[in-house]
């Protein structure tokens, strides 16, 4: 059951409830009226402006953004596929920035979604489809080549599931994608950045053209963070892509190319008998 706790004097309230991953907060945005933060456990998920569903707070989040306004010309509708629905922050940018996309959502938290659609429910007139499932199971139902863009960005106690991070995991996720689709993930490490590289690795096994865009302090293994994975098998829009996130209100790098490769630096391709979740985040990363 949602609980309220009420904020100060002429503010919205909290909203707190259990859901399968642990306790679930709707936190107001004091700057913003009708705009809230997702945290489980107090890390934060997702953030969404009900006013403005094209605002996107999170650097990450605003990453994935500038992908899916690259990935086909504006304002041609798509067919997207989320991995992780969060408070569908994604879905919502989609809705509004190509209306008529069609896209599916599959999340396996089916308490947090219902909690989403109560206290933030999506516009009602977008083509946003809701399946609670394992991401590998809803992927796995999925028809051929049916999506333009794949948006990975699943949690588990703020780390991502081994068996999502795999070659047989994107060998599948190649198989719903359209011939000119991408594929884009939201990747959490820290130094060494073992987990990144091996990620990279593993996409460069199977998609011809990669790109990475992180913060440099990330990048350079001084902290620990966010990192947006970008890969297809057609030529990716990196000049654009490496423009947008240069100007983000928290700048970014992007690596494509040879420096990309040679980030790897030999890392392994990741398989389902060597996969193994993401790194915790330190103790402090949210605070």
Not at 266 to 273: E, F, I, N, P, Y
Request: with cysteine; hydrophobic share 40%.
């Amino acid at each position: 059951m949602a609980r309220n706790r009420r904020g100060g004097r002429g503010t919205a309230e909290t909203v707190t409830a259990p859901v399968d991953g642990g306790l679930a907060e709707l936190v107001p945005d004091r700057e913003r009226p009708r705009a809230w933060t997702l945290l489980i456990d107090g890390a934060p998920q997702s953030h969404v402006d009900l006013d403005d569903p094209t605002h996107l707070s999170f650097a990450y989040q605003r990453r994935l953004g500038h992908v899916a306004d690259l990935v086909a010309p504006a304002p041609r509708p798509l067919r997207v596929l989320h991995l992780g629905g969060g408070a569908f922050t994604l879905a919502r940018y989609v809705a509004a920035t190509r209306p008529r996309s069609t896209q599916q959502v599959v999340e396996v938290d089916a308490p947090l979604v219902q909690l989403v659609r109560e206290h933030l429910p999506p516009d009602h007139q977008a083509r946003i489809k809701v399946r609670s499932a394992d991401a590998r199971a809803g992927l796995g139902k999925v028809p051929d080549g049916w999506a333009d863009l794949v948006i990975a960005d699943v949690f588990g106690g703020a780390r991502t599931p081994a068996h999502l991070t795999s070659a047989e995991f994107l060998t599948e996720v190649r198989r719903v994608l359209a011939p000119d689709g991408c594929y884009t993930a939201n990747l959490a490490d820290g130094p060494p950045l073992a987990h990144l590289r091996g990620q990279i690795a593993t996409a460069a096994s199977l998609f011809g053209h990669l790109a990475l865009a992180a913060d440099p302090a990330v990048l350079r293994g001084r902290r620990f963070g966010n990192a947006v994975l970008l890969a297809s098998d057609r030529e990716l829009p990196v000049t654009e892509l490496t423009r947008r996130i240069a100007g983000d209100p928290h700048p970014g790098r992007v690596e494509h190319g040879r420096a990309l490769r040679d980030f790897t630096g030999g890392a392994a391709v990741v398989t389902d008998a060597s996969a193994k979740p993401s790194p915790p985040p330190p103790a402090d990363a949210f605070s």
